[in-house]
């Protein structure tokens, strides 16, 4: 089993930014590949960014490419979302993710990953 537990979220301007955080737990996560995704009112869950925890191989959603960064922190067992020049449109309920090979679908979609956190709230004023 692998723990996730996001934090961060908050209500920010538009040009805001924010940093998200989800502490990992539970085992070995060398080949374990690391996502973000989100969830808007509409309820519709979309891919945001990738990371694999040992390559650091990454992967952006094109409506978040050149404003968001992924990374992980391998010794605090932590990965994050550096988010920048935020738009309402970014307002969603953020979910941080994990899966390990073999994956069942493309790492973009959200059938790919068996462990999810709990969300943490993203809110862009205009």
């Known amino acids: 089993q692998v723990q996730l537990v996001e934090s961060g979220g908050g209500l920010v301007q538009t040009g805001g930014s924010l940093r998200l955080s989800c502490v990992v737990s539970?085992?070995?996560?060398?080949?374990?590949?690391m996502a973000w995704f989100r969830q808007t009112q509409k309820k519709v869950r979309e891919f945001v960014a990738t990371v694999h925890w040992s390559a650091g191989t990454r992967d952006y959603a094109d409506s978040v490419q050149n404003r968001f960064t992924v990374s992980r922190d391998r010794a605090k067992n932590t990965v994050f979302l550096d988010m920048n020049s935020l738009k309402p449109e970014d307002t969603a309920l953020y979910y941080c993710?994990?899966?390990?090979?073999?994956?069942?679908?493309?790492?973009?979609?959200?059938?790919?990953?068996?462990?999810w956190g709990q969300g943490t709230q993203v809110t862009v004023s205009s």
């Open positions: 539970g085992r070995n996560l060398d080949n374990y590949r």
């Open positions: 993710a994990a899966t390990e090979p073999p994956y069942k679908s493309y790492w973009t979609g959200d059938s790919a990953y068996d462990y």
